[in-house]
Nanobody
Framework: QVQLVESGGGLVQAGGSLRLSCAAS??????LGWFRQAPGKEREFVGA????????YVTNSVKGRFTISRDGAKNTVYLQMNDLEPDDAAIYYC??????????????WGQGTQVTVSS
């Protein structure tokens, strides 16, 4: 089993920044991803990181504004979000999988953290 706990969400003005954290515990995984879901919309894949090599991927809609990183000592993955826009408002979820492929299904999910962006 893997446990994931997100934190760092909150209210920010458009143009501001937030850093989300995802603390992982339990079995080792190879890929951690970030997803988001806004009210009335489907869940969207934001990006992911391979735990061992640190390779990252972010989707085009956030490229240049969001970055993903990890701290091995803390077993924590971060989603740094800069230049936030109202369309970025959503519940953000951390997810983990044993595979290496960015896309496809994930095995474990966190509870989510709310990000609200005021215009």
């Amino acid at each position: 089993q893997v446990q994931l706990v997100e934190s760092g969400g909150g209210l920010v003005q458009a143009g501001g920044s937030l850093r989300l954290s995802c603390a992982a515990s339990g079995r080792s995984v190879n890929t951690l991803g970030w997803f988001r879901q806004a009210p009335g919309k489907e869940r969207e894949f934001v990006g992911a990181i391979n735990w061992s090599g640190g390779n990252t991927y972010v989707t085009n809609s956030v490229k240049g504004r969001f970055t993903i990183s990890r701290d091995g000592a803390k077993n924590t993955v971060y989603l740094q979000m800069n230049d936030l826009e109202p369309d970025d408002a959503a519940i953000y979820y951390c997810a983990a999988k044993y595979g290496y492929y960015w896309f496809g299904s994930y095995d474990y999910w966190g509870q989510g953290t709310q990000v609200t962006v005021s215009s």
